[in-house]
């Protein structure tokens, strides 16, 4: 049964920095490619960035220079590093594979609130 645990949201000041993780389970981690993605209120989930079971990675442009996305195959762990956060970056994080589970695969999320 995959399991996905979202952890390291918070509150931060615009400009800040927050580090995301991600713990998975009930999969073979190391040759999945995985994502983060993120759903603000009142809009649609959205892909952030991907890293692929070799380690390329990608972003949407608008967190292009800010975010990095990097994994930890020993520790089927996956991470998302934020700097330079936007009260636009304001979401709800998800980790998941790419393309995702299941629809009931999706963990609880991590709350990222950047205030202004």
């Known amino acids: 049964q995959v399991q996905l645990v979202e952890s390291g949201g918070g509150l931060v000041q615009a400009g800040g920095s927050l580090r995301l993780s991600c713990a998975a389970s009930?999969?073979?981690?190391?040759?999945?490619?995985m994502a983060w993605y993120r759903q603000a209120p009142g809009k649609q989930r959205e892909l952030v960035a991907r890293?692929?079971?070799?380690?390329?990675?990608n972003y949407i442009d608008s967190v292009k220079g800010r975010f990095t996305i990097s994994r930890n195959n020993a520790k089927n762990t996956v991470y998302l590093q934020m700097s330079s956060l936007k009260p636009e970056d304001t979401a709800v994080y998800y980790c998941?594979?790419?393309?995702?589970?299941?629809?009931?695969?999706w963990g609880q999320g991590t709350q990222v609130t950047v205030s202004s």
């Open positions: 009930g999969f073979v981690f190391s040759i999945k490619n």
């Open positions: 890293i692929t079971s070799p380690g390329s990675t």
């Open positions: 998941n594979a790419d393309p995702p589970f299941t629809s009931t695969s």
